[in-house]
């Protein structure tokens, strides 16, 4: 999710971190109130900085989390995921993509333009 959308969605933020630690997921990192918040990265060509939305660890494994609802940017949103994806791949983490009931088509179109058809988001009721 973009910066302007956190701040409306911050309940969806919170049912994907309790989703997580569900799944077993530990040292959780939030882009919300109350946890740590993740690093940021700098995207040379914009300047502009790259939060991803969750980060944890699972297994000795560093994962990248990134909700998907929605947006008046998708550009921006897609830019975010290429980026992210990039720098897990070179970092050897994971890079996944959480979804909720109303956004999968949405999500999956993204995906498919930015030919990560292969990732398949964690869906969310």
């Known amino acids: 999710m973009i910066k302007p959308e956190k701040q409306e969605n911050q309940e969806l933020l919170e049912k994907s971190i309790e989703h997580l630690q569900a799944r077993g997921f530990q040292n959780i990192k939030a882009d919300m109130e109350?946890?740590?918040?993740?690093?940021?990265f700098i995207k040379k060509s914009t300047g502009n900085p790259v939060t991803?939305?969750?980060t944890a660890t699972k297994n000795g494994r560093k994962y990248l989390f990134d909700l998907s609802l929605?947006?008046?940017?998708?550009?921006?949103?897609?830019?975010?995921?290429?980026?992210?994806?990039?720098?897990s791949r070179?970092?050897?983490?994971?890079?996944?993509?959480?979804?909720?009931?109303?956004?999968?088509?949405f999500t999956n179109t993204l995906l498919q333009e930015l030919n990560l058809g292969n990732k398949e988001p964690?869906?969310?009721n």
């Open 34 to 40: 109350g946890y740590e918040t993740p690093k940021s």
């Open 90 to 105: 070179l970092k050897s983490d994971r890079f996944r993509i959480i979804t909720f009931r109303g956004h999968y088509k």
């Open 122 to 124: 964690i869906k969310i």
């Open 70 to 87: 929605k947006s008046d940017a998708p550009k921006k949103l897609k830019s975010k995921w290429l980026f992210l994806d990039t720098l």
């Open 52 to 54: 991803p939305d969750i």
